[in-house]
T-cell receptor, first 112, second 112 residues
Framework: DGGITQSPKYLFRKEGQNVTLSCEQN?????MYWYRQDPGQGLRLIYY???????QKGDIAEGYSVSREKKESFPLTVTSAQKNPTAFYLC???????????FGQGTRLTVV | AQSVAQPEDQVNVAEGNPLTVKCTYS??????LFWYVQYPNRGLQFLLK??????LVKGSYGFEAEFNKSQTSFHLKKPSALVSDSALYFC??????????FGAGTRLTVKP
């Protein structure tokens, strides 16, 4: 089945730790995105990538880092510099500029 | 930058009644507008999009949306609501950099 897969579904992080969220797609999409979702705030863009080995900061990139070494993969690292990382994280991909985005099932990150 | 607004946090309708979830947009140039639905602890699912052409767009699960250029609106509609339509609905617009800008979301509750 074609799709976009995020793992893990739930993740717990201790204060001061870096954690990496996985996002893999087999849709052959060029563009990939990371969003953060907090209650009542909709989706906010963290990073996006339109091509392998290239990515751009979104609105809330501070405390996050990404890589795009393969077309299929766009992992997100939540660093210790992110002061309030507890949120629901969504990864998405798009085929072209005018097409709809496909979303993964999300990763819920909680700081303990 | 392009943006969308969803003026209602919550919409309540009775099963079988028509529903409307409102969205207004602010863009420079031609708008590329989308509606997505999110069920609890899941990713977003695409419902429909407006790129060009007919102002009435038909989408998945019996939903449709009306593009109104003079009112800068793209309201989501369904003639007869189902309890299973209860979810969080997001309006989105494609930004100039090919990222997506989302509204804050509207929670739809359909009561039996």
């Amino acid at each position: 089945d074609g799709g976009i897969t995020q793992s893990p579904k739930y993740l717990f992080r201790k204060e001061g730790q870096n954690v990496t969220l996985s996002c893999e797609q087999n849709l052959n999409h060029d563009a990939m995105y990371w969003y953060r979702q907090d209650p009542g705030q909709g989706l906010r863009l963290i990073y996006y990538s339109q091509i392998v080995n290239d990515f751009q900061k979104g609105d809330i990139a501070e405390g996050y880092s990404v890589s795009r070494e393969k077309k299929e993969s766009f992992p997100l690292t939540v660093t210790s510099a992110q002061k309030n990382p507890t949120a629901f994280y969504l990864c998405a991909s798009k085929r072209t500029m005018n097409t709809e985005a496909f979303f993964g099932q999300g990763t819920r990150l909680t700081v303990v | 930058a392009q943006s969308v607004a969803q003026p209602e946090d919550q919409v309540n309708v009775a099963e079988g009644n028509p529903l409307t979830v409102k969205c207004t947009y602010s863009v420079s140039g031609n708008p590329y507008l989308f509606w997505y639905v999110q069920y609890p602890n899941r990713g977003l699912q695409f419902l429909l999009k407006y790129i060009t052409g007919d102002n009435l767009v038909k989408g998945s699960y019996g939903f449709e949306a009306e593009f109104n250029k003079s009112q800068t609106s793209f309201h989501l509609k369904k003639p007869s609501a189902l309890v299973s339509d209860s979810a969080l609905y997001f309006c989105a617009v494609r930004d100039n950099n090919n990222d997506m800008r989302f509204g804050a979301g509207t929670r739809l509750t359909v009561k039996p």
